[in-house]
């Protein structure tokens, strides 16, 4: 069965600080993890994934994610806050190695920017 | 290019009543699942459609149950409504085969159900 845990409820930054929002999973499988961003009252808009080859992958909006097979980790990153970056963030994985697309998510972690 | 769409956005209920919840997906995907959102929680997979089939299920009761249409956009029905099924409904689509084919599900705005 597959998990994610975010230890992280909320992270504080202030503005042009760099951020981290991390993330630990388990899977049987090989690993497929993903990034995801919620803002209030509405779906979920997709940051960035890691399927296979470089462990450090770039997305949307200068977000990086870092992926640690050893640690089991796949912390999300960003060199220089933004305020408008404040939003819940969810971190999800599914076994690659079955046909199947079900995403397991973690509990998100809210990240407020402060100017 | 059209994303995820879905209707209705807000919806309230009362108990022991039925739902249903309509998504029609991105513009080249094939295949439709469901999430449900529970406040303060993250999502929680329902159910997988492809080729107008259940392909996937995750822990919820028979009470929940969709249908997927030749033009790929489905529905999710709840039976007997409870208090707890008060929640953000996300509908996500992906590709599974063919040149679009992708291992990213991109989600739709949810429908709000309130179950009074």
């Known amino acids: 069965a597959q998990s994610v845990a975010q230890p992280e409820d909320q992270v504080n930054v202030a503005e042009g600080n760099p951020l981290t929002v991390k993330c630990t999973y388990s899977v049987s499988g090989n690993p497929y993890l993903f990034w995801y961003v919620q803002y209030p009252n509405r779906g979920l808009q997709f940051l960035l994934k890691?399927?296979?080859?470089?462990?450090l992958v770039k997305g949307s909006y200068g977000f990086e994610a870092e992926f640690n097979k050893s640690q089991t980790s796949f912390h999300l990153k960003k060199p220089s806050a933004l305020v408008s970056d404040s939003a819940l963030y969810f971190c999800?994985?599914?076994?690659?190695?079955?046909?199947?697309?079900?995403?397991?998510f973690g509990t998100g972690t809210r990240l407020l920017v402060s100017p | 290019d059209a994303g995820v769409t879905q209707s209705p956005t807000h919806l309230i209920k009362t108990r022991g009543q039925q739902v249903t919840l309509r998504c029609s997906p991105k513009?080249?995907?094939?295949?439709v699942s469901w999430y449900q959102q529970a406040l303060g929680q993250g999502p929680q997979f329902i159910f997988q459609y492809y080729e107008e089939e259940e392909r996937q299920r995750g822990n919820f009761p028979d009470r929940f149950s969709g249908h997927q249409f030749p033009n790929y956009s489905s529905e999710l029905n709840v039976n007997a409504l409870l208090l707890g099924d008060s929640a953000l409904y996300l509908c996500a689509s992906s590709s599974t085969t063919g040149l679009a084919a992708t291992d990213t599900q991109y989600f739709g705005p949810g429908t709000r159900l309130t179950v009074l």
């Open positions: 999800a994985v599914r076994d690659g190695d079955t046909g199947f697309q079900k995403l397991v």
């Open positions: 890691y399927i296979t080859g470089d462990n």
């Open positions: 513009s080249g995907h094939d295949t």
